[in-house]
């Protein structure tokens, strides 16, 4: 258990790095070049720049926004915890759902995080108080044994 979950978190947070380094490498880029556009006293490149700049830099939060709700997909599935369904897909795009969202990679919205979260949470909860129930059972029959020994050791004395 520990080994699996020590390699999800170096996937995860290797991967977080690698796209929050992407995201600080876009900026440095999009201003060196915006810089050198400014400079030039061209419009029409600083309105490309910046389109592009917000495009490239909304897939890297759309990506890291996917990588999150793979992890709580998997915690989710792992705790067998119902996922949100995911839209199907029409003519027309995706079809509209408060769960999901996503143009270039789907993600769980906010709702959708916080019902899945509320989900796992449930199922948590629920597993401690089995493992509280079982443990308190546990130690009234031990503690029922030991006293009947000592009653029993007692008494043949």
């Known amino acids: 258990m520990k080994i699996r979950i020590r390699k999800f978190l170096r996937r995860f947070f290797t ?4 796209l929050k380094l992407e995201e600080k ?3 440095k880029e999009f201003q060196k070049q ?11 490149e600083i309105g490309f720049l910046k389109a592009e700049y917000n495009t490239d830099s909304f897939i890297n939060w759309e990506q890291r926004e996917a990588l999150l709700t793979k992890s709580l ?4 599935e792992g705790l067998r915890v119902h996922i949100p369904a995911k839209p199907n897909w029409t003519v ?3 079809e509209e759902s408060e769960d999901w969202d996503g143009i270039y990679e789907r993600y769980l919205t906010d709702k959708g995080i916080s019902k899945l979260e509320e989900e796992i949470e449930k199922k948590k909860k629920w597993k401690r108080e089995r493992w509280a129930f079982v443990i308190q059972c546990t130690s009234a029959a ?4 030991g006293t009947l020994s000592g009653w029993i050791a007692f008494y043949l004395k």
């Open 15 to 18: 991967e977080a790095y690698r």
């Open 25 to 27: 490498r876009l900026e």
């Open 34 to 44: 915006l810089r050198t556009a400014k400079a030039a006293r061209n419009e029409e």
């Open 73 to 76: 997909i998997k915690e989710a």
């Open 92 to 94: 027309d795009g995706y």
């Open 142 to 145: 031990v503690t029922v044994i």
